[in-house]
């Protein structure tokens, strides 16, 4: 089986961000799974990681951004024109994505190359003491994404909360998926988040799972 994975590398006046993942790092005799985050965002790391280490990738991810005006640029920057309050997705914004979130769609992207021989679906609950998540996940080539965080704190850490929503769009729109993640219920947003996080890891990680044959899978024969 051929090797999911990919490495990129961009840099701009506001950001340098190079990303490398391996999609099939599933703890497992003789897999080491790698994961090295530095975004410059304490708790952004945290989730990063979290997001790897469930998913079963193996992620490493250094940014530099521009962080004494804020943490915009490194967590999310959305490059696309807005229509009606929401980004709209054309092939020549797409490469002009320079921040970590959608960096990170784009190499998962990459990694996963032709949608063919995978689940496709993938859904994950992820409870964190009080708290708990759901995300469902579609690999279908029509990114769209719906959150329901419920987050109520201004930061978490270093992270505007008002981010964390942002960084679930700008992955799905770039990865091209449909994702919805929900936060069921919690009393604290460091817990919401994080399992937020993690839902996201374990619907990805049964999204990617190999089949074991070779079809494409959609009726229409493509995606």
């Not at 320079?98 to 990694?111: C, M, N, P, R, Y």
Request: charged share 20%.
């Amino acid at each position: 089986m051929s090797a999911r994975q990919a490495t990129i590398s961009r840099k701009t006046n506001e950001t340098q961000i190079d990303v490398s993942i391996n999609l099939d790092c599933q703890p497992g005799p003789g897999v080491t799974q790698n994961i090295e985050v530095s975004t410059g965002i304490g708790f952004l790391d945290h989730m990063y990681t979290a997001l790897a280490k469930h998913g079963g990738m193996s992620l490493t991810m250094k940014c530099v951004g521009d962080l004494w005006i804020d943490d915009h640029h490194t967590a999310d920057k959305l490059p696309f024109p807005l229509v009606n309050d929401r980004p709209f997705l054309t092939k020549s914004w797409l490469p002009l994505a320079q921040d970590s979130a959608i960096a990170l769609g784009t190499v998962f992207k990459e990694a996963l190359g032709e949608v063919r021989g995978i689940r496709r679906y993938g859904t994950g609950f992820a409870p964190l003491d009080e708290a708990l998540s759901r995300a469902v996940i579609d690999i279908c080539s029509r990114p769209y994404c719906v959150t329901e965080l419920g987050l109520k704190r201004e930061k978490i850490g270093d992270l505007s909360t008002e981010m964390i929503p942002h960084i679930f769009y700008s992955f799905a729109i770039a990865a091209g998926v449909t994702l919805h993640v929900d936060v069921l219920r919690g009393e604290n947003d460091h817990h919401r988040s994080e399992s937020a996080f993690k839902a996201l890891a374990l619907a990805i990680r049964q999204a990617v799972e190999r089949t074991g044959g070779n079809d494409v899978p959609s009726t229409k024969g493509v995606l």
